[in-house]
């Protein structure tokens, strides 16, 4: 599964290395901040290989990033582990070929008011209390 989330560089992990039956390996974590919703997220990302780490270097914390990953997760000693594997990180809004024409982006102070809008509730809008239904919802 490819995908792909542009946000903010916020922490760079230390680099871990060592050697196994296949030989050398290197990999770096990184924290990513996005936007979700009215909010923002964080999520560690892993560049594995000499290659990745040496182009996360190329980054700076603060900086605006996109990444394209790979979700893989694993089963360990009954417990499950998420690993979110980049194998593209580039400048966020880097030109790249897009899959779909852009759509403008929408601005509310553009846009145009409504042509009815419904009046505010009043107290006198609100139904009479029942004294049988003592539900507090």
């Not at 809008?117 to 009479?128: C, F």
Request: charged share 25%; hydrophobic share 40%.
């Amino acid at each position: 599964m490819a995908l792909e989330l542009e946000g903010t560089l916020r922490q760079k992990l230390g680099v871990q290395s060592g050697t196994s039956a296949r030989g050398q390996w290197a990999k770096q974590e990184f924290i990513l901040e996005f936007p979700d919703g009215n909010f923002t997220a964080q999520a560690c990302f892993t560049a594995w290989g000499q290659e990745k780490v040496a182009e996360l270097d190329k980054y700076q914390v603060g900086d605006k990033v996109k990444v394209s990953f790979n979700l893989k997760s694993r089963e360990y000693n009954g417990r499950w582990y998420n690993d979110l594997q980049i194998w593209r990180i580039a400048p966020a809004g880097a030109a790249q070929q897009p899959a779909a024409p852009a759509q403008p982006a929408y601005r509310p102070e553009s846009a145009p008011a409504p042509a009815y809008e419904a009046p505010a509730p009043t107290l006198d809008d609100m139904p009479a209390d029942n004294p049988a239904d003592d539900l507090p919802f």
